[in-house]
């Protein structure tokens, strides 16, 4: 049997303040507000966010379970932004407990609180309102995205290697201003196979060669100006990373190496023990570096002298550690392909922690956000999972997620079906 209670409510603004420390307006340094409970229920009134409501373009309600409890048995008031706000209570049919579902109207944002009341036991419970925009990559929609960085307020998109040479040849710039391409000196069979962005604002490109010349790595300076710098293999480079001097590092498929160019266009090389899959900048300034085989692990290489550390990972012979990401607070987020699990690493003493995703879920990409919270994606079930203070909400798309990223600014940007989405 399915019960259901529905009541609009329109509740008034919050504080500038408040709405300041959930976004603020456009192109303003925000941070997504976190979906934590409020103070300890008594009575063991049980609440939990499921789905995380979303405004806009995805039009996704929000889902909060009450643990064992009817509809009949509550109460649900709702605080939050000055607009109306579906509240839906029904009963599940797999069990006894309620779900609370919050429908957005129109395209507002800003934390809802709802108070959930069960004679004397109470929750209050905060979910952040996200509001998402979408816009075609290309105004045919046919694009696929390999990859995302943050770029001058936005985003530099870079298109999957099987893309059509117009997208194989040049980036993706992606701000509030508009969608633009950044060209490279490029032609015919030529791929941009990896891309990164320096402190100074120039970009890094890596690029498979059709010729015998090989591949080779192209500075574009915020200027315009370009500097070419052969790599000196026929190998595809991939998983650039920039360190603070400015020089660019890239991994050589298959070799026991890695590969790097200084601005001036300085040619570089360091001798590994074994054979990286990728590579990323850790904010403490060394590479760091993803290594499956016999030995699984994530890699800390000192880049001034080689020095390195190793931190086993998984199981031997199995696990392929991938999606390696830096967390603001010096940690690293990383996937295991085989389990679809996702880890947190501090190299700083080598724990290692496993994220708190849901049963089912196969984490794909990974991304930190200013505040704290993790986004990840999980393409096979086509939604993103917020993670924070140890409790996972979900985002349902309809479909993959690809180029996940999240700006200083703490916006969330991803590419789902050649369009290029923002949640804020």
């Given at each position: 049997m399915t019960r259901s209670l529905t009541a609009i409510l329109t509740v008034p603004l919050l504080t500038a303040a408040l709405l300041a420390s959930c976004g603020g307006s456009p192109g303003t340094p925000a941070a997504t507000p976190a979906p934590t409970a409020g103070p300890a229920a008594p009575a063991g009134l049980s609440a939990s966010v499921e789905t995380l409501p979303v405004s806009g373009a995805l039009n996704v309600p929000g889902t909060l379970r009450i643990a064992g409890r009817a509809p009949a048995d509550l109460t649900v008031t709702a605080s939050g932004p000055q607009q109306a706000v579906t509240v839906t209570t029904t009963l599940q049919a797999s069990g006894n407990d309620t779900l609370v579902q919050v429908t957005p109207v129109g395209s507002g944002r800003g934390p809802v609180t709802l108070t959930v009341q069960a004679g004397a036991a109470r929750a209050n419970v905060t979910l952040p309102l996200l509001r998402a925009a979408a816009r075609p990559v290309r105004t045919d929609g046919a694009y696929q995205a390999g990859g995302a960085t943050p770029?001058?307020?936005?985003?530099?998109?870079?298109?999957?290697?099987?893309?059509?040479?117009?997208?194989?040849?040049?980036?993706?710039?992606?701000?509030?201003?508009?969608?633009?391409?950044?060209?490279?000196?490029?032609?015919?069979l030529d791929t941009i196979t990896?891309?990164?962005?320096?402190?100074?604002?120039?970009?890094?490109?890596?690029?498979?060669?059709?010729?015998?010349?090989?591949?080779?790595?192209?500075?574009?300076?915020?200027?315009?100006?370009?500097?070419?710098?052969?790599?000196?293999t026929t190998e595809t480079l991939s998983s650039l990373g920039?360190?603070?001097?400015?020089?660019?590092?890239?991994?050589?498929?298959?070799?026991?190496?890695?590969?790097?160019?200084?601005?001036?266009?300085?040619?570089?090389?360091?001798?590994l023990g074994s054979v990286p899959d990728a590579l990323t900048v850790g904010p403490d300034g060394a590479l760091y570096l993803t290594r499956r085989g016999e030995h699984p692990a994530i890699l800390r290489v000192d880049p001034a002298g080689g020095a390195t550390q190793t931190f086993a990972v998984g199981t031997p012979g199995v696990s392929v550690p991938a999606a390696l990401t830096p967390a603001p607070d010096g940690t690293l987020l990383f996937?295991?392909?085989?389990?679809?699990?996702?880890?947190?690493?501090?190299?700083?003493?080598?724990?290692?922690?496993?994220?708190?995703?849901?049963?089912?879920?196969?984490?794909?990409?990974?991304?930190?956000?200013?505040?704290?919270?993790?986004?990840?994606?999980?393409?096979?079930?086509?939604?993103?999972?917020?993670?924070?203070?140890?409790?996972?909400?979900?985002?349902?798309?309809?479909?993959?997620?690809?180029?996940?990223?999240?700006?200083?600014?703490?916006?969330?940007?991803?590419?789902?079906?050649?369009?290029?989405?923002?949640?804020?």
């Amino acid at each position: 049997m399915t019960r259901s209670l529905t009541a609009i409510l329109t509740v008034p603004l919050l504080t500038a303040a408040l709405l300041a420390s959930c976004g603020g307006s456009p192109g303003t340094p925000a941070a997504t507000p976190a979906p934590t409970a409020g103070p300890a229920a008594p009575a063991g009134l049980s609440a939990s966010v499921e789905t995380l409501p979303v405004s806009g373009a995805l039009n996704v309600p929000g889902t909060l379970r009450i643990a064992g409890r009817a509809p009949a048995d509550l109460t649900v008031t709702a605080s939050g932004p000055q607009q109306a706000v579906t509240v839906t209570t029904t009963l599940q049919a797999s069990g006894n407990d309620t779900l609370v579902q919050v429908t957005p109207v129109g395209s507002g944002r800003g934390p809802v609180t709802l108070t959930v009341q069960a004679g004397a036991a109470r929750a209050n419970v905060t979910l952040p309102l996200l509001r998402a925009a979408a816009r075609p990559v290309r105004t045919d929609g046919a694009y696929q995205a390999g990859g995302a960085t943050p770029w001058n307020g936005g985003v530099l998109l870079r298109a999957a290697a099987n893309a059509g040479a117009d997208d194989r040849h040049a980036l993706t710039a992606a701000s509030a201003a508009g969608i633009t391409a950044l060209a490279f000196p490029l032609s015919g069979l030529d791929t941009i196979t990896g891309h990164a962005v320096a402190p100074d604002g120039s970009v890094w490109a890596a690029v498979r060669g059709a010729t015998a010349a090989g591949s080779e790595l192209i500075r574009r300076a915020p200027d315009g100006t370009l500097t070419r710098v052969p790599a000196g293999t026929t190998e595809t480079l991939s998983s650039l990373g920039v360190t603070p001097d400015g020089r660019v590092w890239a991994v050589a498929y298959g070799q026991p190496r890695l590969l790097s160019a200084a601005p001036d266009g300085t040619r570089g090389e360091l001798a590994l023990g074994s054979v990286p899959d990728a590579l990323t900048v850790g904010p403490d300034g060394a590479l760091y570096l993803t290594r499956r085989g016999e030995h699984p692990a994530i890699l800390r290489v000192d880049p001034a002298g080689g020095a390195t550390q190793t931190f086993a990972v998984g199981t031997p012979g199995v696990s392929v550690p991938a999606a390696l990401t830096p967390a603001p607070d010096g940690t690293l987020l990383f996937t295991e392909t085989r389990t679809g699990s996702a880890w947190r690493l501090d190299p700083r003493g080598g724990a290692q922690v496993a994220l708190p995703l849901p049963a089912g879920t196969r984490a794909g990409t990974l991304a930190a956000a200013p505040d704290g919270s993790m986004w990840v994606s999980d393409p096979t079930a086509g939604t993103l999972l917020r993670l924070t203070d140890g409790r996972a909400a979900r985002v349902p798309l309809g479909g993959a997620a690809r180029a996940l990223t999240v700006t200083p600014d703490g916006r969330v940007w991803f590419e789902l079906g050649g369009q290029l989405l923002t949640l804020e």
